[in-house]
């Protein structure tokens, strides 16, 4: 090999150049790479409904109308007061209530008795709540059902707090926060970071195994480069396409008004993952050199590790999440330094592996 070649003519990036072209004839990676693209760019919008599934409480479900009825019904008058899009009609009897809830003249009946108390003298409130089944306007009724029993629960707390030999643990205080910001940054950014990672770790495996089973691997081993390059040239081209994609990500979620902190170290973090899975990949790929059993190991052992990760001190997404919100701690760039050690090491060992490999037994 000359050493005056330019750095694009090195056989690595050849062969890195040459992968990446040839997704674009693999309908599925690009079916893939489309619906992450739509989902950044359209992520403010998007974020919405998806909210209301992670949390149909976030949602309104517009007026909700309760009957009460039973020896506690001022009690559950009192809790549904203080909530918003909620509104109470109270019946002297089950069966007018009933009546009600069968010509949906309400929406959820909410029955309160005294009963007596199952953990010492007294009596406590015991609540029967009929609602509608079989719609999606069910849910978000259940929701506010819910909301008054909490209410009712805080109330009655701290009304019996002066009977109770010893106080109890007081009650956190309510705070207002955006419904929106736990599942974008929980569930939405973490999930279109990570996913690169892991296409590009299944396509290193589809790489290296259709060259082996097409007998194309022979034909690249024909110009002066070693099995040891080739496969350096795969895992190149899969490791840069995460970051292009993250990158992309990152971008179109700040034009929808979406802030992300601390890209250059989210970067580095889902880079790091990329070379681990990659690595993976193209080891499996070597070592199976066949494309089903391959995949499927991959596949199982991907979902085993991140499985897995819940045993660190911080799991990865958790590490994205708090890099994104801009609230990292030590161990939080702890997590990303190791998970850089963690990729040198494991693509190094993966390299003395490789190097062992009788190249004509492929």
Known sequence: MSEDRPFWRDPRVVVARRDIRSLSREKTIVLALLIQLFVAGF????????????????????????????????????????QDGTSVTTFENEAAAQRAFDQRRVDAILRGQY??????????????????EGSIRSTLIVVEVRRVLSALERQERLERTPYLDQPPVPLPFTVSASQYFGFTYTILIP?????P???????????????????????????????????????????????????LWLGLLSTNGIAVSN???ILLFI????????????????????????????????????????????HPATTVAKLAVDSPTLLTYGHVGGAVVVAIAGYAAARLYIGRVAAEAL
């Open 43 to 82: 992520s403010s919008f998007l974020v919405v409904g998806l909210t209301s599934l992670y949390d149909p409480g976030s949602v309104a479900a517009g007026e909700v109308e309760m009957a009460v009825t039973g020896d506690a019904r001022e009690e559950l008058e009192a809790a549904a007061a203080e």
């Open 115 to 132: 009963v007596p108390s199952t953990r010492g003298p007294g009596e406590q409130i015991q609540v029967t709540a009929v609602v509608p």
């Open 191 to 195: 999930l279109l970071l990570f996913l």
């Open 197 to 247: 990672p892991f296409i590009s770790g299944s396509v290193a495996v589809d790489t290296v195994t259709e060259e082996i089973e097409r007998g194309t691997m022979e034909l690249l081993r024909v110009a002066p480069v070693s099995l040891l390059d080739i496969i350096d040239g795969k895992a190149l081209g899969m490791v840069l396409l995460a970051p292009a994609q993250v990158l």
């Open 263 to 265: 890209p250059a170290a």
């Open 271 to 314: 880079t790091a993952v990329t070379v681990v899975v990659v690595t993976l990949g193209v080891v499996l790929g070597i070592s199976l050199q066949n494309r089903r059993p391959a995949q499927l190991l991959f596949s199982v052992l991907t979902l085993v590790l991140f499985g897995g990760a819940v045993l660190l001190p911080e």
